[in-house]
């Protein structure tokens, strides 16, 4: 069963912008991840935030989580055409039962 | 380390027919997991090992599914007998602990017809 909803299901923005992603989930958690898949490849793993921290900073990713409303966000600043790709976010319960995944927002960074 | 080595990349075979997908996980981790991946349902968990062993097979959608781990460096998801249903993009990923990032492949197209 899906445990992270991601919002938006697609984000177009021009280059040079900041794009936001939003992911909400249903249980609690030991800790959140955010991944990115660019078309036809697997997923990557860009950051980590456990459940006691409130927020993470990675390059140009900025990633929040707020516990008592069960929810993070996913920020990229100074968009670039090369971010264009499929964004998931994944959720570890405390029982450590593996990873389970959004459906993801579909980034587009138009040039 | 070449990552998490899947194959074959894309696999066509004909309702019925066994599917043998393959993958050589990260040298030194010590979990591995199966996900499928549909358009329908996203991202879903099939099975996970913890040092070879199958540890939660839940998500295995039917007795048609079946998971391997001979050993550290190798695992095997068979679908006997194959269905259109089962086409998707199957991933296998690994990790050193349970509670880190995982490492995908790049994940095997089935395609059932």
């Known amino acids: 069963s899906q445990q992270g909803e991601e919002d938006p299901q697609a984000l177009s923005i021009q280059e040079g912008e900041n794009a936001t992603m939003n992911c909400s989930y249903k249980?609690?958690?030991?800790?959140l991840q955010w991944y990115r898949q660019n078309s036809g490849r697997g997923l990557v793993h860009l950051i980590l935030?456990?459940?006691?921290?409130r927020e993470k900073h990675s390059g140009r990713l900025r990633v929040t989580l707020d516990t008592s409303k069960k929810s993070s966000s996913l920020l990229i600043t100074a968009s670039r055409a090369a971010d264009t790709a499929s964004y998931f976010c994944?959720?570890?319960?405390?029982?450590?039962?593996?990873?389970?995944f959004g459906k993801g927002t579909h980034l587009i960074i138009q040039p | 380390d070449a990552g998490v080595i899947q194959s074959p990349r894309h696999e066509v075979t004909e309702m019925g027919q066994e599917v043998t997908l393959r993958c050589k996980p990260i040298?030194?981790?010590?979990?591995l997991f199966w996900y499928r991946q549909t358009m329908m349902r996203g991202l879903e968990l099939l099975i996970y090992?913890?040092?070879?062993?199958?540890?939660?097979d839940s998500g295995m959608p039917e007795d048609r599914f079946s998971a391997k781990m001979p050993n550290a460096s190798f695992s095997t998801l068979k679908i006997q007998p194959s269905e259109p249903r089962d086409s998707a993009v199957y991933f296998c990923?690994?990790?050193?602990?349970?509670?880190?990032?995982?490492?995908f492949g790049s994940g095997t197209r089935l395609t059932v017809v």
């Open positions: 990923a690994s990790s050193f602990g349970q509670v880190g990032g995982y490492t």
């Open positions: 249980t609690s958690i030991n800790n």
């Open positions: 935030i456990r459940s006691n921290e």
């Open positions: 994944a959720t570890l319960g405390g029982g450590a039962d593996g990873l389970t």
């Open positions: 040298s030194g981790h010590d979990y």
């Open positions: 090992f913890n040092n070879n062993v199958p540890i939660d």
